[in-house]
């Protein structure tokens, strides 16, 4: 498996994103560290596909808790 986390952040054009990818550049791990990185466009995001499966208990019962709220 490749990660661990995984974390997205929306950035207002190309200049916030390399803004974006210089902090993450200055705090890459020491140890054994890696950060891979993916820019997707707007239009990329949009196409994305959802692949459900069957829902295991633990979701059943979360579902249930949110259906609350």
Wanted: proline share 4%; aromatic share 8%; hydrophobic share 35%.
């Amino acid at each position: 498996m490749l990660q661990y986390s995984v974390y997205y952040r929306i950035c207002n054009g190309e200049e916030a994103v390399q803004k974006h990818m210089k902090r993450l550049h200055q705090n890459i791990p020491p140890v054994n560290g890696a950060i891979r990185t993916l820019k997707v466009t707007e239009k990329q995001f949009e196409k994305m596909g959802i692949l459900l499966g069957k829902a295991s208990p633990n979701e059943n019962i979360d579902s249930k808790i949110t259906d609350f709220f």
